[in-house]
């Protein structure tokens, strides 16, 4: 059998059952996002076995982006678990068939608890989604398995369901990368994310004057090892940057380069960011303008330092 072309097969069907699945979506996303949104308490997913799985990682997801979310297995709860839930929570039931006995069994203690409850489910016909307040459809046509037994595209119809839900919340909230990063500060990512670029720039600024002559400018730029030098005026002001690319076209522009200044070939109206900006700002503005460094400057627009897009890919 050529597994190649099987695995594009199994793609393909499961990309058309969530555009199918998509065309179905109507007012309840809308329902489902203000009701958690407005949740007096935090959100908690149940499900079991795969639906389970997914159940977690969709209140994992949920949980990092701004929504308060726990996970709990339906049959834990049974055994104890049912405490982790209050009235002003919100319980989201995942079950594709709708008829799983461990989630029914659920339902009457959590009426009891007076909490609201929303369904996942592919049965849109079934006992749990006649018992909840509000039914958010993942019901495939068909499975990606052959033997239409294990749950496959069915799983992932309620997987891309959930990520729409996380979205959807995120932008609710107006979630931001700096909201982010205060839930994944163990992270490289989240450190990323938080660090301003006065954390990491260089301060030992590579420097020379408007009449530096080539060959001492070659040595500013190469032992600062930053790729790049500032040239200041005589009063002191910053007035121009050179760097590798700028010598390298001066030596092939000019004729006789010994005779070269500062002056001569740097560029000027060069980009600069704030010592308070994040390090994601700074690494949009370097990708943007196709460059690898800024000018620092401070509130009183003078050069403080010098970040390379080493300090950001290597920072750790």
Do not use: W
């Not at 069994?105 to 909490?115: D, R, T």
Request: hydrophobic fraction near 40%.
């Amino acid at each position: 059998m050529d597994y190649i072309q099987r695995s594009k097969e199994i793609f393909s069907q499961e990309i058309c059952e969530l555009q199918k699945l998509s065309a179905k979506i109507g007012n309840e996303i809308n329902e489902a996002v203000e009701l958690i949104y407005n949740c007096k308490g935090k959100l908690v997913i149940m499900g079991v076995g795969k639906t389970g799985i997914i159940g977690h990682k969709i209140s994992s997801s949920l949980a990092s982006t701004g929504t308060q979310s726990i996970f709990v297995n339906a049959s834990e709860a049974m055994h104890g678990d049912l405490g982790m839930v209050s009235k002003n929570d919100i319980v989201l039931l995942i079950s594709n068939s709708g008829s799983s006995s461990e989630i029914l069994n659920i339902i009457p203690p959590l009426k009891k608890i007076g909490c609201t409850m929303i369904a996942m489910t592919g049965n849109l016909k079934s006992v749990l989604a006649k018992e909840v307040s509000l039914v958010l459809n993942v019901g495939v046509e068909k499975e990606a398995c052959p033997l239409g037994l294990a749950p496959t595209t069915s799983t992932t119809a309620t997987l891309v369901m959930g990520d729409a839900l996380t979205i959807c919340l995120m932008e609710r909230r107006d979630f931001k990368a700096e909201n982010y990063a205060v839930y994944h500060p163990g992270g490289a990512l989240g450190r990323r994310l938080i660090s301003r670029v006065k954390d990491e720039m260089n301060t030992e600024i590579p420097r020379v004057s408007e009449t530096t002559v080539f060959k001492d400018i070659m040595y500013e730029v190469s032992n600062k090892r930053l790729g790049m030098t500032i040239v200041y005026n005589t009063s002191n002001q910053a007035v121009g940057i050179i760097t590798d690319g700028d010598i390298r076209r001066a030596i092939q522009k000019f004729d006789d380069i010994k005779q070269l200044t500062a002056a001569d070939f740097m560029t000027r109206g060069f980009k600069r960011i704030g010592a308070n900006e994040l390090l994601t700002d700074a690494l949009e503005m370097m990708d943007i303008n196709k460059i690898t460094s800024l000018t620092v400057m401070d509130e009183t627009d003078q050069v403080v330092g010098i970040l390379s897009i080493h300090n950001i890919i290597d920072f750790r």
